[in-house]
Every structure is written in C-alpha cells, then in structure tokens.
C-alpha cells in the first residue's frame, strides 16, 4: 500500500536541513517515496493521514540501552558506579530468565515506542528473548550479546553470540553485533578474540569503553594504556565499533580513532546521575567522529525518553563550554537521529526519498508547545515523550493517535511489575 501523512510542519534533518509547513511524507513497502509541501494533484495513495497541529521528524535511534533492565528502574538509585553495578545490579542479573528479559525488554519497547523510538542497540543476555520482544513490538534492534571473558573464560559464551548472529543475519529489523562488555571485565586477549570473531562473522561491535574515571585509573595501573588504546590493541577498532559513553576519551586516544568506522554515543542522564562525567563532544565532533545518543538502561537512567536525553546533553555541554551558542537543539536532535544512525552505519535519520520510512509525529497543540517560534528548539527544549502522536517504523504504524497497535501495554506492565517483585524478594 501507498500511504501519504500530512501535518503542519516537516523537519527533513537532510543536509540542508529543509522545514516544510505544511508538509507530507509518502511511502510504501518500508522505504520512504517522497517528502515536500503537501501537493494535492500528486498521484492518487491507498490510505492518507492528516494531523492538524502536528511536527513530523525521523524517529529517534536509542544508541546504547540494556533493555531488559527496565526491570531494575530505581534499583539502589544514588548508589556510586562500581558499587550501585558490583552489589546491586550484577547479583540480580545474575537470577534473570530468558522469560524476565523477554517482558522487561518489552517494558522497554511499550516506553521507547510511546516516546518516539523507532530502533535500539542492545546489549545484554538471552538475546533470542530479546530478538522475539524486538520482533513483537515491530521495533529496529541492534542487538548484542553482552560478553565477559578472562584469559581463555567465555569463549563459550561468544560462540553463542555469533550463533545468535547467524541466526538473525537476515532479519530485516535486526541486526545482530558482537557486545564485549568493556575492558575491566574482558581480558586483551579475550577483546582479541572477539575482534578476530567480529571479523570473521562481519560483524560490529558494541562496546562500554572510558566510561568512569576509576575505570581509566585502574586500565592505566594494569596496562599502562587507556581503554581505547586497549581496544585499539586488541583489533576492535578495525570492524564497526559501537563506543558507548566515551565520557573519558583524550586527546591522546585521537590517533586511535582515525577512521572509526562507528563512532561514540553518549548517555547523559545516566553519566551525570552514576558520577561518570560529560561527554567531550567538542573535540570528538571537530575529529570528525560520529556522535550519537543512548539513554543506557533503565537502571540507571530511569527513563528511556529520549527527549530527556536531548534536552541534558544540551544543558550538560553548555555548562562545561560556558558558551551555549556552540551547543544548538539542532546539534542535540542530530544525534538522537542521524548521529545515531551513522554510528550503527545505518541510512535512517533523515526523511528524503528511497531512505527507510523511521518517523515520528509530535504534537506542537500543547501550552508547552506555544507559540511554534522555532520547531527545532521547541522538539528539544520543550517536548516530552508524552507528546508523541505517531510513530513509524519500516513504514508499519507502531502508534497512532498515542495508541499501541503492535503491544499491549497493561499485559506488559503486570508481568513486569510481577516479576521485578519478584527479584527483588529473593
């Protein structure tokens, strides 16, 4: 079918950054057919949607979360990093099921879809749970098996990732990628397999790399290196690499970085709230490495909204450069959409013809909306999750009017709650 949407104003975020008011978009079989102002002589759709009032935008691309852990939403909040993950977190990981992952990881997909995610890089366990929530709910997901190996430990563990990956290789919204958690629980050699597994497989990485300042305090005392200079050692920087935080990245790890094929996503809310930092957006984006935006799981950073996400990286980078005019809402919305994408190498982001059909529709009736002086700031600075009218992924409607049509929120939410309960009284 050929469907057209029309609605008061569309951010294309293509390279000319084109606004058009009114605008339509038009697509069919996933793939996005035409973008402009709205033309009533145009050739005859299937189905057309009008929303009056609304700004239509690329769907945004969660670029680090573990999405399952919506389980542990206020676990031990305001605990310190290694603390809040060593006491609290991994010990009840440690007594999920592949049934607890698969309902939380649809809590997860019930809230990113209702806030205007159309796609989500995962890494955590059961991932074949997580690929049927991801399937269920008709999001993207580049999905990772998390990874933690010592010396020779956990070699088993990545000939189920890659199993996973040969599996899922041709699914159309799933793209599997290798996930060595970090440097502080996988060994260089253990990293170098998984380099030598990723290329094997052609396959990319999803990696916590200069996270914390303990983190690069403690990789210095044992290696004398960085944690990119680890990665970059072990062969992880020669495949596709997903760098998830990156707040502690330095000058001195830039000649490592040259012709990254990936890039770094930044979790603000979550690096603020655990103590980690700010991302240095300035001197990665001046090297020209690609940067895009994650919320981390919920654990950490409560909220999967990516709004939220938005409006902190802004304020975050404008109080550590004491200059809020280099940090735009238009850099902000750049990388909740085609930042994101150009780290996971994909062609989303960007509304324009033959790119996949990924949007979302806001609605700009609201007091906190008013007046419309400028749609971009209005998105980032204003706009919550809750604005979300419709959102769209591979063409499939996943919401509309504010409703699922894929899920059902209140079997989710039952199942959820019952289960964290659960964990949480053993």
Same mark, same amino acid.
């Given at each position: 079918?050929?469907?057209?949407?029309?609605?008061?104003?569309?951010?294309?975020?293509?390279?000319?950054?084109?606004?058009?008011?009114?605008?339509?978009?038009?697509?069919?079989?996933?793939?996005?057919?035409?973008?402009?102002?709205?033309?009533?002589?145009?050739?005859?759709?299937?189905?057309?949607? =009008?929303?009056?009032?609304?700004? %239509?935008?690329?769907?945004?691309?969660?670029?680090?979360?573990?999405?399952?852990?919506?389980?542990?939403?206020g676990l031990a909040d305001d605990s310190p990093f290694f603390e809040w993950l060593q006491k609290h977190i991994w010990p009840r990981e440690a007594k999920?099921?592949?049934?607890?992952?698969?309902?939380?990881?649809?809590?997860?997909?019930?809230?990113?879809?209702?806030?205007?995610?159309?796609?989500?890089?995962?890494?955590?366990?059961?991932?074949?749970?997580?690929? =049927?929530?991801?399937?269920?709910?008709?999001?993207?997901?580049?999905?990772?098996?998390?990874?933690?190996?010592?010396?020779?430990?956990?070699?088993?563990?990545?000939?189920?990732?890659?199993?996973?990956?040969?599996?899922?290789?041709?699914?159309?919204?799933?793209?599997?990628?290798?996930?060595?958690?970090?440097?502080?629980?996988?060994?260089?050699?253990?990293?170098?397999?998984?380099?030598?597994?990723?290329?094997?497989?052609?396959?990319?990485?999803?990696?916590?790399?200069?996270?914390?300042?303990a983190e690069m305090d403690d990789l210095r005392e044992k290696f004398g290196l960085t944690p990119i200079q680890i990665a970059a050692q072990a062969g992880?920087?020669?495949?596709?690499?997903? *760098?998830?935080?990156?707040?502690? *990245?330095?000058?001195?790890?830039?000649?490592?970085?040259?012709?990254?094929?990936?890039?770094?996503?930044?979790?603000?809310?979550?690096?603020? =709230?655990?103590?980690?930092?700010?991302?240095?957006?300035?001197?990665?984006?001046?090297?020209?490495?690609?940067?895009? %935006?994650?919320?981390?799981?919920?654990?950490?950073?409560?909220?999967?909204?990516?709004?939220?996400?938005?409006?902190?990286?802004?304020?975050?980078?404008?109080?550590?450069?004491?200059?809020?005019?280099?940090?735009?809402?238009?850099?902000?919305?750049?990388?909740?959409?085609?930042?994101?994408?150009?780290?996971?190498?994909?062609?989303?982001?960007?509304?324009?013809?033959?790119?996949?059909?990924?949007? *979302?529709?806001?609605?700009?009736?609201?007091?906190?909306?008013?007046?419309?002086?400028?749609?971009?700031?209005?998105?980032?600075?204003?706009?919550?999750?809750?604005?979300?009218?419709?959102?769209?992924?591979?063409? =499939?409607?996943?919401?509309?009017?504010?409703?699922?049509?894929?899920?059902?929120?209140?079997? *989710?939410?039952?199942?959820?709650?019952?289960?964290?309960?659960?964990?949480?009284?053993?």
């Amino acid at each position: 079918m050929l469907y057209r949407l029309e609605t008061d104003t569309v951010l294309t975020m293509d390279n000319a950054w084109h606004i058009f008011r009114p605008g339509q978009i038009t697509w069919q079989d996933g793939r996005i057919v035409s973008v402009g102002p709205i033309n009533h002589d145009a050739a005859r759709v299937d189905q057309v949607i =009008k929303i009056p009032g609304g700004i %239509l935008l690329p769907g945004f691309y969660n670029g680090h979360n573990h999405a399952a852990m919506t389980l542990f939403r206020g676990l031990a909040d305001d605990s310190p990093f290694f603390e809040w993950l060593q006491k609290h977190i991994w010990p009840r990981e440690a007594k999920l099921t592949a049934e607890d992952i698969y309902w939380g990881t649809l809590l997860a997909a019930v809230e990113m879809i209702k806030s205007g995610t159309v796609g989500f890089a995962d890494m955590y366990f059961e991932m074949d749970a997580v690929a =049927k929530a991801t399937q269920d709910s008709g999001l993207r997901g580049w999905l990772s098996r998390g990874l933690v190996g010592q010396e020779d430990g956990g070699l088993d563990k990545l000939s189920e990732a890659t199993e996973f990956a040969d599996r899922f290789h041709q699914d159309p919204l799933i793209t599997p990628m290798l996930g060595p958690h970090a440097p502080y629980t996988c060994s260089p050699d253990y990293l170098a397999r998984v380099a030598d597994k990723a290329k094997a497989h052609h396959l990319g990485v999803h990696i916590h790399l200069a996270e914390s300042q303990a983190e690069m305090d403690d990789l210095r005392e044992k290696f004398g290196l960085t944690p990119i200079q680890i990665a970059a050692q072990a062969g992880l920087l020669q495949v596709p690499v997903l *760098i998830a935080h990156g707040v502690h *990245i330095t000058e001195e790890d830039l000649p490592y970085l040259e012709n990254l094929r990936g890039g770094v996503v930044s979790c603000p809310i979550s690096n603020a =709230k655990l103590g980690n930092g700010i991302l240095p957006y300035a001197m990665l984006t001046q090297a020209e490495i690609a940067v895009g %935006l994650g919320t981390d799981g919920a654990a950490s950073t409560n909220s999967l909204d990516m709004f939220q996400e938005m409006k902190a990286m802004a304020w975050m980078q404008k109080v550590q450069d004491g200059h809020p005019e280099r940090f735009r809402a238009q850099n902000a919305l750049t990388m909740a959409t085609r930042g994101t994408a150009a780290v996971l190498g994909f062609p989303g982001g960007i509304l324009e013809s033959g790119r996949p059909a990924d949007f *979302i529709v806001v609605d700009s009736q609201k007091a906190h909306m008013t007046p419309d002086l400028d749609s971009v700031a209005n998105i980032v600075y204003a706009a919550t999750g809750a604005d979300v009218l419709y959102t769209v992924v591979n063409g =499939k409607i996943l919401l509309a009017e504010g409703l699922l049509t894929t899920l059902n929120e209140a079997d *989710i939410r039952q199942q959820a709650q019952a289960r964290a309960e659960a964990l949480m009284a053993e």
